[in-house]
């Protein structure tokens, strides 16, 4: 195994199953860890630094969202991730967003509201800056709030197993031309749905953002 994983610091020893699933995982997302490369319980958990447990755990984790694949008499070897794959990730995205966003908008409170404004205006500011990983950051706040403002523990817990795609799915399509500004439009619709507790415009809004930006990604990626 060529890349090497640098220890877990001591202060994310609390969420340890976790972190190692999310070390891994992101590996394979930024193909750090290349499809066909094997996964060797004890090395990786020598590098983090962990017992093999919680690498143990995080595998099959991975196995099931398909990452990774057990092959007898080799072991467990990276599967890659396919447009396919991709595409169906994409469009339960789509459903997934519009929904809370539906929900959202008939919960959300005005601070919440006011704090999704200011917000919006700090990604286009990042943005024209140039400054593409802070607005990203600001981006996952932004989202974050929305799916807060719903208050639907399982609708949440169901969207988290695909964050860390859209995040990555997200800095892709941002890099497109003129993306930025059409994200600035999309949001203040968002916004505007929220402030009139209008779900159906809230859903409509929802769809038509995650649909332009899923767009913006399969363009740049493939």
């Known amino acids: 195994m060529d890349y090497q994983f640098s220890p877990i610091k001591y202060?994310?020893?609390?969420h340890i199953r976790d972190s190692v699933f999310s070390i891994l995982r992101n590996a394979i997302l930024e193909k750090k860890l290349e499809p066909g490369q094997r996964l060797v319980e004890r090395n990786i958990a020598e590098q983090l630094g962990v017992s093999r447990t919680p690498v143990r755990e995080a595998i099959r984790k991975l196995e099931l969202e398909r990452l990774v694949t057990h092959i007898p008499r080799?072991?467990?070897?990276?599967?890659?991730?396919?447009?396919?794959?991709i595409i169906e990730i994409l469009l339960i995205r789509a459903s997934l967003e519009a929904l809370i966003c539906s929900i959202a908008a008939t919960k959300i409170k005005p601070k919440e509201i006011e704090r999704l404004t200011l917000l919006a205006k700090q990604i286009s500011d990042e943005q024209s800056k140039g400054n593409l990983k802070k607005s990203n950051q600001l981006n996952d706040t932004f989202?974050?709030?929305?799916?807060?403002a719903a208050e639907s523990p399982r609708l949440y817990n169901l969207f988290s197993?695909?964050?860390?795609y859209i995040t990555k799915f997200t800095q892709v399509a941002y890099s497109k031309p003129g993306r930025p500004e059409e994200v600035w439009e999309e949001h203040n619709e968002i916004i505007?749905?929220?402030?009139?507790?209008?779900s159906s415009r809230a859903d409509a809004?929802?769809?038509r953002h995650v649909e332009n930006s899923n767009k913006a990604f399969l363009e740049m990626a493939f």
């Open 143 to 148: 989202h974050e709030i929305v799916y807060k």
């Open 205 to 207: 809004a929802a769809k």
């Open 11 to 14: 202060d994310d020893m609390g």
């Open 74 to 85: 080799k072991g467990v070897v990276v599967s890659g991730f396919t447009k396919d794959d």
């Open 192 to 198: 505007e749905a929220f402030r009139n507790h209008d």
């Open 161 to 164: 197993t695909l964050r860390e």
